[in-house]
């Protein structure tokens, strides 16, 4: 049987075996995509193609670890009701042995092309990697084409998930990539005809656009041009922590400013965090037939609490966040859960509330709640919002600081999360069954998380230390349909 054929009949064996624990688990997400069995990571592919949006991801259906790497796909037409397909690309030829790696999607001439980095381990313990091409007429079956790039001179073999637009008569490709002397950088190719990519060279990173190094590898880039700025998203990875930035292992974030197509030269803005919870990583956006700019992330983070995720017992780990539309705003990019989610909305209550040093009990009836809240006036130090058990969000006014507090997956203490905004004016909660994404100020800053509570909390607490007006809204959540 060939290599292709025996992996599918190994992951449908799989889905058979242990599809219905994860349907068990209490914590399983109502209104987020997640695998169908094992671990997720990156979104992939995110293309809108023949009236669906198509989001592949980054799936290792035999466990949750991150030793295979295949395609798995979802589609829809509406962003609520989801289709599952078999996985676009698996792990079966020798430029790919170790992981159908992350990369993105385009469409062209009415075919859907997905570009993805091949992964091989080699016998000494080095790797190699491809940058590859597969073509669908349909969008769920693939026919590789096999590698269109291999590695450039000056850079590891850490140089992966291509990203690739048209921009005029030309394809152009971002590679995240690390150079020989360890640095962390993005590379550019064009191409004319999406088969043979000329090397344009670095296109942002140390001696190129900034002074310093800035991370030991840069991975998953994206670049596109909106609201007349042309925004860099990338991961770097080796970025030390401190007070208010770079808290997590790995980060996710950009560079906003102006690229001059004639001399490829990009001049750009410090590096701004994408969000500040624990667990973001690895976005990717993509433009729609509505002509938005949407961005969907992994909702995880590779780090020492990965397998303390209690999912892990019922064979499946991470999800990947809700779309958000982008906007950019002066310098910033604004990020605001997409029109559509609107949608889930069921039972509704809305109040306002003029507290003075006070704490109020507002019932919720279950998990999954959309909550909104306008701070219309605030004098006082602090204010806070908190789902006992789950997780608690604090404004400090005079520090200017909003933090948000956890408990540990192995619930030996509770850690913290940390942003600075100026004002806080506006809080936009969406809570899943264990996970929870909280935008301030319309998405000025966000921070995304899970959170693992061993009870069912029924209410929330809204504690000001001070006097406040606020106009709370909160509404219960339906799911997705499979
Ligand atoms: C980011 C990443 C990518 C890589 C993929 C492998 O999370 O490390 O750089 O392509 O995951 O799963």
Known sequence: MNKDLQLREEINKRLEQVRTKKMKDPYRLAFHLTPPVGLMNDPNGLVYFKDKYHVFFQWNPFGTKHTFKAWGHFSSEDFIQWEEHPPALVPSEWYEKDGCYSGSALTHQGKLYLFYTGNVRTNNGGRESYQCLAVSEDGIHFEKQGPVIELPKGYTSDFRDPKVWREKDRWYMVVGAQTESLEGTVVLYSSLD??????????????????????????????????????????????????????????????????????????????????????????????????????????????????????????????????????????????????????????????????????????????????????????????????????????????????????????????????????????HILQDHSSVEIFLNNGEKVFTSRFYSESTCTHCLLSVDGSAALHWQNWDLDSFCF
């Open 194 to 427: 999406l088969l043979k990519w000329k090397l344009e060279g670095p296109l942002a990173g140390p001696g190129i656009s900034m002074s310093n190094k800035f991370g030991y590898m840069w991975e998953c880039p994206d670049f596109f041009s909106l609201d007349g700025k042309d925004v860099l998203i990338y991961s770097p990875q080796g970025l030390e922590s401190q007070q208010y930035q770079f808290q997590n292992l790995y980060q996710s974030g950009y560079i906003i400013g102006s690229w001059n197509r004639q001399t490829k030269r990009f001049e750009h803005g410090k590096f701004q965090e994408l969000d500040y919870g624990f667990d973001f990583y690895a976005p990717q956006t993509f433009t729609d037939n509505k002509k938005r700019r949407i961005l969907i992330a992994w909702m995880g983070m590779g780090d020492e609490q990965e397998q303390n995720h209690p999912t892990v017992q019922n064979d499946w780990l991470h999800a990947l966040t809700i779309p958000r539309e982008l906007r950019v705003k002066e310098g910033k990019i604004y990020q605001r859960p997409i029109n559509e989610l609107k949608t889930l909305r069921k039972s509704h209550f809305e109040a306002s509330f003029n507290l003075v040093h006070e704490q109020k009990e507002i019932d919720i009836y279950t998990q999954l709640q959309e909550i909104m809240i306008e701070i219309n006036k605030f004098d006082g130090k602090e204010l806070s919002l908190h789902l006992q058990g789950n997780w608690k969000l604090t404004y400090f006014k005079d520090q200017g600081v909003v933090t948000f507090e956890r408990m540990r997956f192995d619930r030996s203490e509770k850690e913290t999360r940390k942003c600075l905004v100026e004002t806080v004016k506006h809080i």
